[in-house]
């Protein structure tokens, strides 16, 4: 479990955000495995070039 001020200091900031509508097309644990997927796509196989930074 995460203990610690950080973890007080996000808690309390989450509480007091209102309730927020989902903005993408799709539900959240899709849209983070895919991205997940893309950042793993991305660290594979980017090689820089030229203007492409690492």
């Known amino acids: 479990m995460f203990v610690g001020k950080d973890y007080d200091c996000w808690?309390?900031?989450a509480a007091e955000t209102g309730r927020t509508?989902?903005?993408l097309k799709v539900p959240y644990d899709?849209?983070?495995r895919e991205a997940v997927a893309?950042?793993?796509f991305v660290k594979k196989y980017w090689e820089p070039?030229?203007?492409?930074r690492a």
């Open 11 to 13: 808690v309390k900031a």
């Open 21 to 23: 509508d989902n903005p």
């Open 30 to 32: 899709i849209a983070v």
């Open 38 to 40: 893309a950042a793993a």
């Open 49 to 52: 070039d030229g203007d492409r």
